[in-house]
């Protein structure tokens, strides 16, 4: 498949070749930042809605306009969808080549676990179910980081490729 481009895409062309395996690296790893600042973002709003939830009286006597206060159902509402959202980025892992097949597998019951308190913390609407999720919250980033640094894609060496090791 040939492609036609004018001059500076064809000069835009040779430097990105020119750079080679490098270059894919940097997407690589640029994919893995990205990835991992999506799990650190959505792992907030169970944590600390859950927290804020507890707290809303305080908030309240203090003036403080948090959402537990001025909008309690999207406060639960945003916690759930944090927590599903955290099932399909352990998903997107392997396929931004981040870690192998067997993280998503692996975090599918920690992740599960904490979406089941998120719908508990969704339909209960109560303090209880509010500290389950938040203390859930305080294990479950360490564990999903710890899971993917163990399952993290190994680089592909140039020289290996078919050699036997010796």
Request: aromatic letters at 12%.
């Amino acid at each position: 498949m040939e492609v036609k481009m004018g001059e500076e895409g064809a000069e835009q062309y040779v430097k990105c070749e020119a750079y080679g395996p490098a270059w894919r690296e940097c997407v690589k790893k640029a994919a893995g930042a990205l990835l991992l600042g999506g799990i650190l973002y959505s792992w907030q709003f169970p944590h600390f809605n859950a927290l804020s939830w507890g707290l809303r009286e305080d908030y309240s006597r203090g003036g403080y306009c948090m959402m537990s206060v001025t909008h309690p159902a999207l406060c639960r509402r945003v916690a759930l969808r944090h927590c599903l959202a955290l099932i399909a980025l352990s998903t997107a892992a392997p396929v931004l080549d981040v870690t192998t097949w067997a993280f998503p597998i692996i975090s599918l019951p920690i992740n599960l676990y904490i979406s089941y308190l998120g719908f508990r913390f969704y339909v209960d609407a109560d303090r209880r179910s509010s500290r389950k999720l938040f203390f859930c919250s305080l294990w479950h980033l360490p564990l999903l980081l710890l899971l993917m640094l163990t399952c993290k894609q190994q680089p592909d060496r140039e020289g290996d490729k078919g050699e036997a090791p010796s």
